[in-house]
């Protein structure tokens, strides 16, 4: 089981803070994406904490990541590493 840390990262900021003009997207993607996840073999929820048994994430978070994909391939990235890289930077005013 290998957690994506920086895909973690990434998800809960877009969750706590996401960028204004990402919003409608990041959310849109998390309720596909979960919606996904809550039928799939590998889902537990953990308290109220669901959590992927394939691959250790949360999904709360993960699922809000544009450049993270299921490990087993359930759902794919919406930006490139690239792309999300470039999003980041413009998000820390550092463009």
């Known amino acids: 089981m290998k957690v994506d ?5 990434e ?4 969750q706590m803070f ?3 003009h990402l919003a409608q997207i990041i959310d849109e993607t998390h309720k596909e994406r979960m919606s996904i996840c809550v039928n799939c073999e590998y889902f537990r929820k953990i308290g109220a904490s669901p959590q992927c048994g394939h691959c250790g994430c949360m999904l709360n978070t993960k699922t809000r990541c544009l ?12 930006v490139s590493k690239e792309e999300s890289d470039e999003i980041n930077k413009a998000s820390n005013g550092n463009s």
């Not at 998800?11 to 877009?14: D, K, P």
Request: with cysteine; aromatic share 8%; proline share 17%.
């Open 5 to 9: 840390w920086k895909g973690l990262a």
């Open 11 to 14: 998800g809960l900021r877009n």
């Open 18 to 20: 996401p960028p204004a």
């Open 67 to 78: 450049h993270c994909q299921c490990p087993i391939n359930k759902w794919m990235p919406v």
